[in-house]
């Protein structure tokens, strides 16, 4: 049974930071290209950034382009994500995705929902002004 739990959400300040964090269960995160969305009421889920199957390489989201970094422990069989500068715009619910199939990210397609077979339950990060 594969299960993703996300944690480190919650309310800050515009300007802030947080660090979303996605244990995984059941599941590898070695071998399978993994990724965090989010989506805001009344909006369509979209991609914020993905991380290769080995880790090596890193994709983000043209909005969050150098304030966001992706990444994996390995060890812990965990998935992270560090927001820096946060906008009030990016509150959203927050998810973590696994792909299904062993191999590198689509660098075409790593922000399309319909890559990721396996998904958290989600996390909401409030920005305030």
């Known amino acids: 049974h594969v299960q993703l739990v996300e944690s480190g959400g919650g309310s800050v300040q515009a300007g802030g930071s947080l660090r979303l964090s996605c244990a995984a269960s059941?599941?590898?995160?070695?071998?399978?290209?993994w990724a965090w969305f989010r989506q805001a009421l009344g909006k369509e889920r979209g991609g914020v950034a993905a991380?290769?199957?080995?880790?090596?390489?890193?994709y983000v989201a043209d909005s969050v382009e150098g304030r966001v970094t992706i990444s994996k422990d390995l060890a812990k069989n965990s998935l992270y994500l560090q927001m820096n500068i946060l906008k009030p715009e990016e509150s959203a619910m927050y998810y973590c995705?696994?792909?299904?199939?062993?191999?590198?990210?689509?660098?075409?397609?790593?922000?399309?929902?319909?890559?990721?077979?396996?998904w958290g339950q989600g996390n909401q990060v409030t920005v305030s002004t």
């Open positions: 059941g599941y590898t995160i070695s071998g399978y290209c």
């Open positions: 995705a696994a792909d299904a199939a062993l191999g590198p990210c689509w660098r075409g397609g790593w922000s399309w929902s319909r890559e990721y077979k396996y």
């Open positions: 991380i290769d199957s080995d880790g090596s390489t890193s």
